[in-house]
């Protein structure tokens, strides 16, 4: 058993940096988390938490049931894997995974077997009298798990274990460490800034941003119903498409209007708008999310779609093999981006990745289809979305944007409240420095004065005394 609870957790560093504000999890046993973000998002400092290395600011940790919040990390039976794996250069690969139960005094014959049996299922038993200065980057990192293996924790904590690798043995290692995650059964933590190994490995994702979470979810329901775009643009590769744009029509038709282009959104999934009243027809403006794998430029499927197609420019294609990728504008873009010159300032804003065989040409206009039954709509000013999952999400989704309006609202208020203090400020400095001005002035002509009486009676003086 291995449960972990997070509980109102905060970090503030002696700088005054507030890395991780109000994280609240709760793990169950033999589950696999990840937190994914990026750099500086305080994924490290969460791990680093948990793991004891780190003080809690404010919160509670609870490992089974037991606070553990002063407990040292060595009391905490968690075993945490590093980046930069350190292992010890002088130590054979056994001594490097025996040395943590040496100092546990543990019996021989048990660290032997600890020692033999991680080798085994990590696959290095080969090079157990190796030191790690003669294994391959793929191999340390197995030493540095097999090390944390052999003490049997409770739970594994990794800190992005695979950022020193190269692409290829990234991903063998990724499917290593799910089959190790299931062959040992216990809870694993694991931070890292590749959305990619978070969608492969996690059970559940936490997604941050500036030390706050946004969304705790299975990957499967973070790629379907991302809760802002945020999220939305953070899971996908390439990254999903945004366009700003309005929603229009009757309650039984509605549409979404994105410059001159208007699709009509299927009625199940007009159906699961939350507040549409607050968006139809009127000013407030949406974000419009597409997955680039959601477009289609096959003809079936324009013409069974006919409601969700629009025209674009086709820029570039890229054929890649098993897909091809098609970066194109919109004719707002085309008419934005006339006169251009330069081949940098000529940006896309919409990719498709369509079918490997596609027959699309770069250079000229195009029809897509949008597969609408899978598209996001976010508020422009929350970035919440205003889909909800089903009928009894939609509370939940309404209380999220109650909440991130009044977040909004007194961000306003205090940027007003700012900027009117600094206006106070400098109409007060310019007060005073024209106070000092006519203070000078009149000093100055003063003494201007006073020069003038002086060099008068000085040449009086002067006269009398040469007509002397
Ligand atoms: P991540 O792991 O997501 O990249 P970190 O947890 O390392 O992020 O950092 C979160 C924030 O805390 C960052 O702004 C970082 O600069 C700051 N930070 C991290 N460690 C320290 C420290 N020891 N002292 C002060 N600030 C720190």
């Not at 079936?300 to 086709?314: M, Q």
Request: proline share 3%.
């Amino acid at each position: 058993m291995s449960s972990l609870n997070l509980k109102n957790i905060y970090k503030v560093y002696s700088s005054g940096v507030i890395a991780v504000t109000d994280f609240n999890l709760d793990i169950e046993d033999k589950e696999f988390i990840v937190l994914v973000g990026p750099s500086g998002c305080g994924k490290s400092t969460t791990l680093r938490m948990i793991a004891g290395l780190e003080e809690i600011s404010a919160g509670e940790l609870y490992i089974d049931g037991v606070l553990v919040n002063n407990r040292a990390p060595k009391d905490r039976d968690i075993a945490m894997v590093f980046q930069n794996y350190a292992l010890y250069p002088h130590m054979t690969v056994y001594d490097n995974m025996a040395f943590g139960l040496k100092l546990r005094k543990l019996p021989k014959a048990q660290i032997d077997q600890r020692v033999k049996e991680a080798a085994r299922i990590l696959g290095i038993e080969m090079y157990l009298s190796r030191k790690p200065k003669a294994l391959s980057g793929g191999q340390r990192q197995r030493v540095a798990l097999g090390r944390a293996i052999v003490r049997e924790p409770k739970v594994f904590l990794l800190d992005e274990p695979l950022s020193n690798l190269d692409a290829k043995l990234r991903s063998q290692m990724r499917t290593e460490i799910t089959k190790l995650h299931n062959r040992l059964a216990t809870t694993f933590i694991y931070v890292t800034h590749d959305q990619i190994e978070a969608m492969t490995m996690g059970t559940r994702i936490v997604v941050m941003k500036d030390g706050f979470i946004q969304q705790v979810d299975s990957p499967i329901n973070l790629y379907d119903y991302p809760i802002n775009q945020f999220v939305a643009g953070f899971i996908g590769s390439p990254q999903m498409n945004f366009f700003t744009g309005k929603l229009i029509g009757t309650k039984n038709k509605v549409c979404v209007q994105i410059g001159e282009e208007k699709v009509e959104l299927p009625k199940e999934k007009a159906s699961l708008i939350v507040n549409l009243d607050k968006y139809l027809n009127t000013d407030r403006e949406i974000i419009f999310g597409v997955r680039p794998e959601d477009i289609s430029d096959e003809a079936s499927d324009i013409k069974s779609n006919e409601k969700g197609c629009i025209e674009v420019f086709v820029d570039v294609v890229e054929a890649l093999g098993s897909e091809t990728l098609l970066y194109c504008k919109t004719k707002e873009l085309v008419k934005a981006n006339e006169g251009k010159e330069s081949i940098v300032d000529d940006i896309n804003n919409l990719i498709a990745k369509v079918d490997a065989r596609s027959e699309t040409k770069a250079g000229a206009f195009a029809k897509i289809s949008i597969d609408l039954n899978h598209c996001q709509l976010f508020d422009k000013v929350t970035e919440v979305t205003i889909l909800a999952r089903d009928e009894e999400n939609k509370a939940k989704i309404e209380e999220l944007q109650a909440k991130r309006e009044e977040e909004e609202a007194e961000k306003a208020r205090k940027a007003a409240e700012k900027l009117a203090e600094e206006e106070a400020k400098a109409q007060a400095l310019l007060e005073k420095q024209r106070a000092k001005q006519a203070k000078k002035l009149a000093k100055l002509q003063k003494s201007e004065q006073t020069t003038v009486e002086e060099t008068t009676v000085e040449e009086v003086a002067e006269e009398t005394s040469s007509e002397e």
